[in-house]
């Protein structure tokens, strides 16, 4: 888009609805941009990540901010829902993958140094008992 009028949005769409935008304003005073999404399984909430290394859930229907998350001492990278949409799992360039509650924003858990590099990616398993994380691999001489 060449005059930007949808940066830091995301396009929300359904097979049955015609397609929308949402304004991403996690944190409007301070600029940052957004890192990472996720949208919960039932679809009413997305989790965000940005460069100020807040987390953020918003309604997918409003746009607006349920709550927020702070623990991270560098971007998030990637950020993922619990199946049953309870837990969000969070990744870092602070080596570090952290479980938050999804309606309080509360951090349940912290592994510290998971990976020796930035974690890129978590997924939750089917039961929402376990996670698996990637990071990037250091290269050897």
């Known amino acids: 888009n060449k005059n930007n009028k949808n940066k830091n949005s995301v396009l929300k769409s359904t097979y049955d609805s015609r397609p929308t935008y949402l304004?991403?304003?996690?944190n409007p005073s301070s600029g940052t941009?957004?890192?990472c999404l996720a949208?919960?399984?039932?679809?009413?909430?997305m989790c965000v990540g940005s460069n100020d290394w807040s987390l953020s859930v918003l309604s997918t229907q409003t746009g607006q901010i349920c709550c927020q998350m702070n623990g991270h001492s560098l971007p998030p990278l990637c950020v993922c829902f619990s199946p049953d949409g309870n837990l969000?799992?969070?990744?870092?360039?602070?080596q570090t993958i952290r479980v938050w509650d999804a309606f309080t924003g509360q951090s349940l858990h912290v592994f510290y140094n998971a990976h020796r590099r930035a974690i890129s990616s978590l997924v939750f398993g089917s039961l929402s008992t376990s996670s698996s994380s990637i990071s990037?691999?250091?290269s050897s001489s």
């Open 39 to 45: 949208i919960s399984n039932d679809g009413n909430y």
């Open 136 to 138: 990037s691999s250091s």
């Open 88 to 94: 969000i799992c969070s990744g870092s360039e602070d």
């Open 23 to 26: 304004k991403l304003n996690c």
């Open 33 to 35: 941009t957004q890192r």
